[in-house]
């Protein structure tokens, strides 16, 4: 087994340092200022539908939130989810229920983490109108956490790479090609990584699970989706 550099070992801890840092920063403000999600879906640009990860409520995401509807794309968000605990099929329902309730096409799906799989979830198996143009997805488990066997609770332990609804997605890759899948070298949560076979993967030179979500990469990345016009037109 190949040892890393101390040079490698002290970029590690600076990057899990930074990564914890903002993930605290954010669920706190996301808890101190949870509503306004209706302030974001005006716009002119194509729709943009967030998706947060696992005990992640939508306005973890405010920072790109923000910056998405700035750029004038109306931005929706679901507050059923809450902190989206429940299984994936459970929540791509909510999705898929929402995209049909408000009459939303040609979306782009915006996903955190588990968000990433929720998102294949609804192209693959709950879009029979093709809806969802496109996602991004950052640090999205589509493989799987090899740690997830060890985590006490059940919600956590469904990322296994042999949980079911994970094998399903991975078998389903016909919509593998309308995904961006965004990661950095490092994940703590997922040391699989986040690169999508037949996907357009998008690999930073950073580390961490949750910080990647502010990056300029990453935003512009977002941008970049959202103003490309639909492929169906």
């Not at 550099?5 to 706190?28: C, E, G, N």
């Not at 090899?146 to 079911?164: E, G, H, M, T, V």
Request: net charge positive; aromatic share 8%.
């Amino acid at each position: 087994m190949t040892v890393p550099s101390p040079f490698r070992l002290a970029r590690l801890l600076i990057w899990w340092v930074r990564d914890y840092a903002y993930a605290a920063h954010w669920q706190v403000r996301a808890v101190l200022a949870p509503r306004g999600e209706a302030e974001y879906r005006d716009g002119e640009g194509r729709a943009v539908l967030v998706v947060p990860g696992i005990w992640e409520t939508w306005a973890f995401l405010r920072p790109l939130i923000a910056r998405v509807h700035a750029e004038g794309h109306p931005v929706h968000v679901l507050s059923a989810l809450r902190w989206n605990g429940r299984p994936v099929e459970a929540a791509a329902r909510d999705v898929a229920e929402y995209l049909e309730r408000h009459d939303l096409r040609d979306v782009v799906i915006v996903a955190h983490s588990k968000g990433g799989l929720i998102g294949k979830y609804v192209m693959a198996m709950l879009d029979p109108e093709s809806r969802v143009d496109g996602m991004v997805a950052v640090c999205a488990p589509f493989s799987g956490s090899r740690y997830a066997r060890w985590l006490p609770l059940s919600s956590l332990r469904a990322f296994s790479p042999r949980d079911a609804t994970t094998l399903l997605l991975t078998r389903n890759a016909e919509v593998n090609s309308r995904i961006v899948s965004i990661y950095g070298e490092f994940d703590p949560h997922i040391p699989e990584g986040s690169e999508l076979p037949g996907a357009e993967n998008v690999r930073l030179p950073a580390g961490g699970h949750f910080r990647i979500l502010a990056l300029p990469r990453t935003i512009a990345t977002v941008l970049a989706v959202a103003g490309r016009a639909p492929r169906r037109g």
